[in-house]
């Protein structure tokens, strides 16, 4: 089974931009998660979606930052405006449900905003 | 609401050296689920363990943590370090009752040395 794919790997922004990351969760999962990822914060959640409901969207991060879950097997992260303290590495994640608590991570994109 | 304490940012260590890795957690819940995660320098970050049982030790991969709720404290240990345990440890907690959400703690990177 493919796991999780995240695209693009990288990405160069200049400030006032919109970027949308891309995300393929595992077959099957039924929860997703967004994540931003930084050395102070560890790993911050952004989004998180149960059979593409919107479960919870992050406080701090619903000013700029809108995640959709289109189809079970999609979804995107949009971030409008950027700013440079959004540099991070986002990564997505999703988890099979029932007893298994355990999330599968994609490899993440790293955005570098300008 | 739930948080997690990973109170070392950086912990250095020579080969052969014990490693701990402390965590300890906050949640209202009786039963929460505890997690270690693993993230190798570019690669996808990784479950390593989990338990909901209380003083029982679990293990896997030469790494083991017992969850104490008395303490909510759940640590990672290994007896010997070796140069390819190099790497980013998340602790994570989950409660079980915010559909399959988990909140990580800051991180704590691990660098061992020859």
């Known amino acids: 089974d493919a796991g999780v794919t995240q695209t693009p790997r990288h990405e160069v922004a200049e400030k006032g931009q919109t970027i949308i990351l891309k995300c393929e969760p595992v077959s099957g999962h039924n929860d997703l998660f967004w994540y931003r990822q930084t050395k102070i914060q560890g790993l911050e959640l952004l989004s998180y979606?149960?059979?593409?409901?919107?479960?919870?969207d992050g406080g701090a991060f619903k000013d700029r930052f809108k995640a959709e879950m289109l189809n079970s097997s999609f979804s995107t992260l949009k971030i409008q405006p950027t700013e440079p303290k959004d540099s991070a590495v986002y990564l997505c994640?999703?988890?099979?449900?029932?007893?298994?608590?355990?999330?599968?991570f994609g490899p993440g994109t790293r955005l570098t905003v300008l | 609401g739930d948080s997690v304490t990973q109170t070392e940012g950086l912990v250095t260590l020579t080969e052969g050296l014990p490693v701990m890795l402390n965590c300890t957690y906050q949640t209202i819940y009786s039963n929460p689920f505890l997690f270690w995660y693993v993230h190798y320098l570019n690669e996808s970050p990784r479950l390593l363990l989990k338990?909901?049982?209380?003083?029982k030790r679990t293990e896997h991969q030469g790494f083991h943590a017992t969850l104490h709720k008395s303490s909510s404290s759940f640590h990672l240990q290994k007896s010997s370090a070796q140069l390819s345990d190099s790497a980013l440890y998340y602790c994570?907690?989950?409660?079980?009752?915010?559909?399959?959400?988990?909140?990580f703690g800051s991180g704590t990177r691990l660098l061992v040395s020859p």
């Open positions: 338990s909901s049982t209380d003083n």
């Open positions: 994570a907690l989950s409660s079980g009752t915010g559909g399959y959400k988990v909140v």
């Open positions: 979606f149960r059979s593409k409901s919107l479960m919870e």
């Open positions: 994640a999703s988890s099979p449900g029932g007893s298994s608590y355990e999330q599968y």
